[in-house]
């Protein structure tokens, strides 16, 4: 069953005129069986089997119009901060493109999108960044969920749009937004790539602008490689 973020309701008055655009935040979740069956796998690392679940693609302060925001920072990206979290980052927040070497692609990460959150009261460093990502996954049981509602990864089967958005809407009381990509060597087959699912500046679920392109149906395979 999908859980509600905190009910904790922040004051925003010492975000600066430019996180005050951030009326939404997205929460991504990606899949990696998905990943895999696209063009864009490489083989710089093998993602492992133990892996059977949705992950985290990342946590992006956005604005509803306009660019993604870029915002400056004093403190930089250091991977000893993250000891702690290591474990956890390593089954919810992998990097499915190089399993055993993630530190380029969790910087990146901070670098692009955890600067701005660092202007969140209850982010405000690199630690809490990552572990508010952390946080969320662990209340969330996205496949459960999906499962209860008869949607299973299937690599044989085709789902359509609505039948998710009907899970997002029972369980978190909001829709979400869906992102397909072409299967590897077969233009014609659109594979479930992204479940992304939005919070609001209290850190509450709210309705997801329509993200990326997704056909009516598609087809959601199974995790494992």
Known sequence: MLKYASQTQVARQHWSDETSLFELRFFIIALSASFEASDVHTERGQTP??????????????????KDPKCKSQEQFNITVLQGLRSDLLRLW?????????????????????????????????????KFGIDLMKKLNLLEAL??????????????????????ESEL???????????????????????????????????????????????FPPFES
Request: overall charge positive; glycine content about 6%; charged content about 20%.
């Open 94 to 130: 992998p990097s499915l493109s190089n399993y055993s070497s993630p530190e380029t692609f969790w910087k990146h990460e901070f670098d692009k999108h955890g600067k701005c959150a660092l202007q969140d009261p209850l982010i405000h460093d690199q630690y809490n960044y990552f």
């Open 49 to 66: 089997k133990a892996l059977n679940d949705f992950t985290i693609h990342g946590l992006w302060p956005k604005k509803y119009r306009g």
């Open 147 to 168: 499962k209860n509602h008869g949607i299973t990864p299937n690599a044989s089967k085709q789902y359509n749009k609505t039948a998710f958005q009907k899970v997002f």
């Open 173 to 219: 009381g909001h829709n979400g937004s869906i992102k397909c990509i072409n299967a590897s060597g077969q233009s014609s087959v659109n594979l479930l790539e992204e479940v992304r699912l939005c919070l609001n500046l209290t850190h509450q679920y709210t309705d997801c602008p329509p993200i990326g392109k997704c056909p009516e149906k598609f087809t």
